[in-house]
């Protein structure tokens, strides 16, 4: 019952839709109808600006990395029991899956960028940590933040599995894993990469946004 309780509670903290209730709670604007249409951070930097954009990434991230972290300590594994590895990646999937198909804001999430880096950061520290240095490595060079993150996600099971191996299958298909995913939910941004359409990233503050749209300013 637990382990099932806290596969649930994965899903859950992964729809947490905080690029919308952001956007809705202080601006008065739903990102989902701007930009690129994501409830994630980038779209949420990109129509708000930094100040709502940060704050976004780092509560998508501490989703992925505590509905891991949550587990051992809601599930009793003994000793000689060998579900924890396969508990683990069922409670990552969930709340990336629950990242980008939030329950709680009608199916239409975002792309599971951020919560799959807090997964990385709780099961694979060392590797997580070499993806974001690849990550900033690519933005800095192009500021295209889908290019970045592909790049990451396509390099990261290398880092899993050669450069600091776990010792589990089951961690080394998770890793995988992220390296097929990534794409399948960046394929319009793979495809305007292509043709070069596909927009930069900017850190300028939006005008009309920081200083006309929020409600606290109303």
Same mark, same amino acid.
């Given at each position: 019952?637990?382990?099932l309780i806290? $596969?649930?509670l994965?899903y859950?903290?992964g729809?947490v839709?905080? &690029?919308?209730?952001?956007?809705?709670? %202080?601006?008065d $604007?739903?990102v989902?109808?701007?930009?690129?249409? =994501? +409830?994630g951070?980038?779209?949420t930097?990109?129509?708000?600006g !930094?100040?709502?954009g940060?704050?976004v990434?780092i509560v998508d991230v501490?989703?992925g990395?505590?509905?891991?972290?949550l !587990? /051992?300590?809601?599930?009793? @594994?003994? /000793?000689?029991?060998?579900?924890?590895?396969?508990?683990l990646l069922?409670?990552?999937v969930?709340?990336? *899956?629950?990242h980008?198909f939030?329950?709680? +804001?009608?199916f239409?999430?975002g792309?599971?960028?951020?919560?799959?880096? #807090? !997964?990385?950061? &709780?099961?694979? /520290?060392f590797s997580a940590?070499c993806a974001?240095?690849v990550?900033?490595?690519v933005? $800095?060079?192009?500021?295209y933040?889908?290019?970045?993150? *592909?790049t990451? #996600?396509i390099c %990261?099971?290398?880092?899993?599995n050669?450069?600091?191996?776990?010792?589990?299958?089951? @961690?080394?298909? *998770?890793?995988?894993? !992220?390296?097929? %995913?990534? /794409?399948?939910?960046?394929r319009? =941004?793979i495809e305007?990469?292509?043709k070069?359409t596909?927009?930069k990233i900017? @850190?300028r503050?939006?005008?009309?946004?920081? #200083?006309?749209?929020k409600?606290?300013e109303?």
């Amino acid at each position: 019952m637990m382990i099932l309780i806290s $596969i649930l509670l994965a899903y859950l903290m992964g729809s947490v839709p905080t &690029a919308v209730w952001v956007g809705r709670l %202080f601006y008065d $604007i739903d990102v989902r109808t701007q930009g690129s249409g =994501n +409830a994630g951070a980038t779209n949420t930097i990109r129509v708000l600006g !930094v100040k709502a954009g940060i704050p976004v990434m780092i509560v998508d991230v501490l989703k992925g990395y505590f509905a891991v972290w949550l !587990v /051992p300590h809601l599930v009793e @594994f003994s /000793p000689d029991d060998n579900s924890k590895p396969y508990v683990l990646l069922l409670a990552s999937v969930a709340v990336v *899956l629950g990242h980008t198909f939030p329950v709680l +804001a009608g199916f239409r999430g975002g792309k599971g960028v951020a919560s799959i880096l #807090g !997964v990385g950061f &709780a099961l694979f /520290p060392f590797s997580a940590l070499c993806a974001v240095i690849v990550f900033l490595l690519v933005f $800095i060079t192009t500021r295209y933040v889908s290019l970045s993150s *592909l790049t990451a #996600g396509i390099c %990261f099971p290398l880092f899993v599995n050669f450069l600091f191996p776990t010792d589990h299958w089951v @961690f080394q298909a *998770l890793s995988i894993g !992220v390296a097929v %995913f990534l /794409p399948l939910t960046h394929r319009k =941004n793979i495809e305007r990469l292509v043709k070069g359409t596909e927009s930069k990233i900017s @850190f300028r503050k939006k005008p009309g946004i920081e #200083g006309v749209n929020k409600k606290s300013e109303n």
